[in-house]
Structure formats: structure tokens, C-alpha cells
């Protein structure tokens, strides 16, 4: 590699971040690509399918994954994390915190074996928590790297490693190719670069607290993102619609808009895509099963991207989706377990009701968890909301010069948007090196 060749550290391995890189590395520039988890793909995939097209998420993110693996000019740095940032005179001097995988990148060839022979079980994140994996897993499916990764918490050799008798390791035993290493230890490393860009991502939020809603207390009271990865041929229940009560299939399904968004009480802000990924996710139901009846509670619908009100029409005309304008005030059930929605119908002022056999809330997209300390680790300024702040001559300009922010982390955005802003921010970035480097 060349040392003198001009360095771009992208911070997080989603949609935003592989675009980035992929557009930097195209451009000849070395591309740091830090990824916390132990594979790239953020988000997306996690989706079934995008909007307004209903393509397969995972066929078009797939094949920016192994370009990104197998760019000459693109080195993953997965289970990676930002500690420390320091300006030079032209450039940056970041600490990373690599943690330990347990398993040899050199050697893994994903084979599988260990995870046959593995016998603890752990709530899977990746899938919302509504399926069980093994202590040594790959991410997901597709996932890049392909290599495997252990659980420190969960796996029983690592808990007790330090008691005379030896508690498993059957992932070791098994192993034919000896890539299972429990010696390796987490590192600190440091890389130069002469620009960064920011692309972390967002959450969802947590609707726990909103009591009414149910969610956590009634078992068929379920997030958008769980059921997309319930609808998904990858998921937990292979793509079946399925009630966690009594695992049977709904007929009647409501979606709630504005979860946790549009409420000074917990994000005054408008998430902007819930109505269109509600719609979608109305489509689907209907693609899965013709029986299926949707209504979607919204109190204002915001379809702002291009085809968005012509997928808005399409939903209502061709799936028999009904949009009803009202205001949920709370959730009870029945004693099925069926969802009754207790609303105020925001056209006549009636106060109404409604009972289904499915609720999904369509909750708001909020700051990844500890973007607050990354922030000021990298000294840029958040909102009032804690998203990026960008400059107000360019919408990827943080504070900050020669960093950059693309993505969700600026705020509630959808995947087209995000991929334009990460070119965006991959150009800005070339063009502050350019200048810089004179």
C-alpha cells in the first residue's frame, strides 16, 4: 500500500457508510470502513423490501457488500469503535478500539460446524429479538465479512475459562480449519486520515414506554421493524405472517403512524418515512396472503419522496389498504387476544373503536445509542434533537473541517436520500483533501 496515498475513515458500515466508501475508493483514495458490528449492512438489511419499487433489499445491497470486500482500496474494520480523535495539521489521528471476534479471520471459511455443536442459546438482535442464535454466529446471512464471531457474554468456555474444569469449547473441537483463537484479547490501534466521514445510522424508538400502545404487554402489538423482519423470507418465522399469541395468521392488521414522533412528550419531530413504510408493509401483507384487510392510523400522510403519493394511490386502488384518519388513545384487547384500537376519528371528532388481529406501530427513527459521546468525541455539534448538525452552505458539513456526516444520523431519511447523501459526502470529502493537500 502506499503511505502516501490520501486517506478517508468512514465511521459505520450501513447503506450511507458502503456508498461512501465505495465512491472514495473508485476515486483511488484508501478507505477506512469502521463497522461495529461483526458485519457490514446496517439497516438495510435488516429490510425486506424497499420502497416505492417493493425490490428485494437484500439483492441490491448484496452486491455493494462484496464490491465493498473486495475493493482494492477499501479495508473493513468490523467490531470496530471510535475512542479518540486528534487534529493534525492537515489530517486526523483516530484511536479504535477493535474487539476480540474469538475467531480467526485468516482462517474461518464459514463452514458452520461450530455453530451446530454450540449449546447456548442467545436472543438474536439482528432479528429483533425474535429468534434465539447460538453463542458463535455470523451476523446474518449474507453478512460481510463472512466469518464467524463469539459472544464474549454468552459463550460458556469464555464465562469460565478460569475454572479447573473445562466448561465447552465444543466450536474448537470441531473446528477443522483451528480458527477458533479464545486467546485473542480486544486491541486499541490507531489509523491516519486525512478526511472522515460520519455515517452511523439511525434507531427505532422504543415504544415501552408509551403505555397505551400496549407494545411488550399484548403479544400481537409488535414494531415495523420486527415485522419486517417477520415478512421476510430470512426472518424468524420464514416469511409468515404470524401472531405471537397463538401463532396463527391474521386477517385484520392496523398500522399506527406517528409512534413515539410528532409528540412533545417524546420526539417532536416528523419521522418522514412511517406513512410510505406503512403502505409497504400493507402491500406485503396483501402479496402474502389476499385475505388479508389493512387499515393504517395516521393523522397527517406524509409522502414526500418521488413516487411516494402515486405508491400512497397504488396501496388504496389495487391492495385495499384503508387509511383512516385518527388518533390512537389506547389499546386493549379481547379475550383473544385480539387488538381493539380506541380512537378519535380526526374527520367527524367521534371517538371510536376498531378491533383487529394484528397491530404494527410505526415507531420514529432517533440517534443511534451513544452518538451523543461520538460527537463529542469528534467535536461536532447535534441538534436540538441529537441527529448531526450539518453547516448551512452543505447539508453533509458538520462543524468540523474534514468531517463529514451522510446518512440518518442527520435525521430521518430514507435509503435513496441516504445513498445520494453519501455520494454527496464522499465528493465533499474529496474535494477538502484536494484542497487541502495543494
Known amino acids: ?24 475508493g473508485d476515486m483511488g483514495y484508501k478507505v477506512a470502513l469502521i463497522e461495529q458490528e461483526p458485519c457490514i449492512g446496517g439497516r438495510m438489511a435488516q429490510l425486506d423490501k424497499t420502497l416505492p419499487t417493493n425490490d428485494c433489499s437484500i439483492c441490491i445491497l448484496a452486491p455493494k ?7 482494492p482500496n477499501i479495508k473493513i474494520h468490523s467490531l470496530t469503535q471510535v475512542q479518540k480523535i486528534s487534529k493534525k495539521e492537515q489530517g ?45 454466529y455470523l451476523y446474518y446471512l449474507q453478512g460481510v465479512p463472512a466469518i464467524m464471531a463469539i459472544d464474549k457474554e454468552k459463550c460458556l468456555y469464555l464465562k469460565n475459562k478460569n475454572k479447573e474444569k473445562r466448561v465447552c469449547g465444543f466450536c474448537e473441537d470441531v473446528c477443522q480449519h483451528n480458527a477458533i483463537d479464545f486467546t485473542q484479547t480486544d486491541t486499541n490501534y490507531t489509523l491516519e486520515s486525512d478526511a472522515i466521514i460520519l455515517a452511523v445510522g439511525s434507531n427505532q424508538y422504543d415504544p415501552t414506554p408509551l403505555y397505551a400502545y400496549g407494545y411488550k404487554k399484548y403479544k400481537n402489538v409488535i414494531t415495523g421493524l420486527e415485522y419486517e423482519r417477520m415478512i421476510s423470507a430470512s426472518g424468524p418465522t420464514e416469511g409468515h405472517i404470524t401472531r405471537l399469541s397463538d401463532k396463527k395468521h391474521p386477517k385484520t392488521i392496523a398500522f399506527v403512524q406517528c409512534v413515539g414522533s410528532r409528540d412533545v412528550n417524546t420526539n417532536p419531530y416528523c419521522s418522514s418515512i412511517c406513512c410510505t413504510y406503512s403502505t409497504k408493509h400493507a402491500i406485503l401483507s396483501r402479496e402474502h396472503d389476499e385475505e388479508i384487510q389493512s387499515s393504517i392510523f395516521y393523522i397527517d400522510l406524509r409522502a414526500g419522496g418521488k413516487g411516494f403519493q402515486k405508491y400512497i394511490e397504488r396501496a388504496k386502488n389495487e391492495y385495499g389498504v384503508k387509511y383512516i384518519r385518527g388518533k390512537i388513545a389506547e389499546i386493549k384487547i379481547d379475550e383473544n387476544e385480539n387488538p381493539i384500537l380506541f380512537y378519535e376519528d380526526l374527520d367527524t371528532f367521534d371517538v371510536k373503536s376498531k378491533k383487529v388481529e394484528f397491530v404494527i406501530l410505526a415507531c420514529a427513527m432517533i440517534p443511534t445509542k451513544n452518538s451523543d459521546k461520538l460527537a463529542k468525541v469528534l467535536g461536532i455539534e447535534l441538534d436540538e434533537f441529537n441527529f448531526v448538525k450539518s453547516s448551512i452552505d452543505s447539508p453533509v458539513n458538520t462543524n468540523v473541517p474534514g468531517i463529514f456526516a451522510c446518512g440518518a444520523c442527520l435525521g430521518p431519511q430514507d435509503i435513496p436520500h441516504s445513498v445520494i447523501n453519501a455520494s454527496g459526502a464522499a465528493a465533499k470529502a474529496s474535494e477538502y483533501i484536494s484542497r487541502t493537500k495543494r
Do not use: W, Y
Not at 65 to 71: E, G, I, K, M, P
Open 1 to 24: 500500500m502506499n503511505q502516501n496515498a490520501k486517506k478517508v475513515m468512514v465511521i459505520g458500515g450501513g447503506i450511507a457508510g458502503i456508498q461512501s466508501s465505495l465512491d472514495l
Open 65 to 71: 457488500l462484496s464490491d465493498c470486500f473486495r475493493h
Open 92 to 136: 486526523f489521528t483516530v484511536t479504535l478500539l477493535r474487539k476480540a471476534r474469538f475467531v480467526n479471520e485468516d482462517l474461518c471459511i464459514n463452514c458452520g460446524l461450530c455453530v451446530e455443536k454450540c449449546p447456548s442459546k442467545v436472543l438474536d438482535t439482528f432479528e429483533m429479538k425474535m429468534n434465539k442464535r447460538k453463542a458463535i
